[in-house]
């Protein structure tokens, strides 16, 4: 069974950096090669957002307009593994991170942000950012 697996988050200071991973494990490839991915996040209490979004050759971005010059996006196919990039960190960026894979039959261009549209999770990895 595919697996997404994050790590890369912990606590860190209003301002500070971190980069997170989403590493992709699986013993098939059906469904997988050719998807787009995203990363979403949830704060207690709160519904999970979109953050991020990439197709499979990464020529094609989108960003939630909270993260949109701070955070990028990034992913190496080869290494089966997908970034995030996170800059100027603010409290209200403390969350757990999740990253997704989509379906192939939705198109990133209009579906982006629909976690429904997603068919496969990683456990996610907490960030906090302390003021």
């Known amino acids: 069974q595919v697996q997404l697996v994050e790590s890369g988050g912990g606590l860190v200071q209003a301002g500070g950096s971190l980069r997170l991973s989403c590493a992709a494990s699986?013993?098939?490839?059906?469904?997988?090669?050719?998807?787009?991915m995203s990363w979403f996040r949830q704060a207690p209490g709160k519904k999970r957002e979109f953050v991020a979004g990439?197709?499979?050759?990464?020529?094609?971005?989108y960003y939630a307009d909270s993260v949109k010059g701070r955070f990028t996006i990034s992913r190496d196919n080869a290494k089966n593994t997908m970034y995030l990039q996170m800059n100027s960190l603010k409290p209200e960026d403390t969350a757990v991170y999740y990253c997704?894979?989509?379906?192939?039959?939705?198109?990133?261009?209009?579906?982006?942000?629909?976690?429904?549209?997603?068919?496969?999770w990683g456990q996610g990895t907490q960030v906090t950012v302390s003021s």
């Open positions: 699986r013993r098939t490839f059906d469904g997988f090669d050719g998807s787009s």
């Open positions: 997704a894979k989509q379906r192939t039959a939705y198109d990133l261009n209009y579906y982006y942000g629909v976690a429904e549209s997603y068919d496969l």
């Open positions: 990439i197709t499979w050759s990464g020529n094609t971005i």
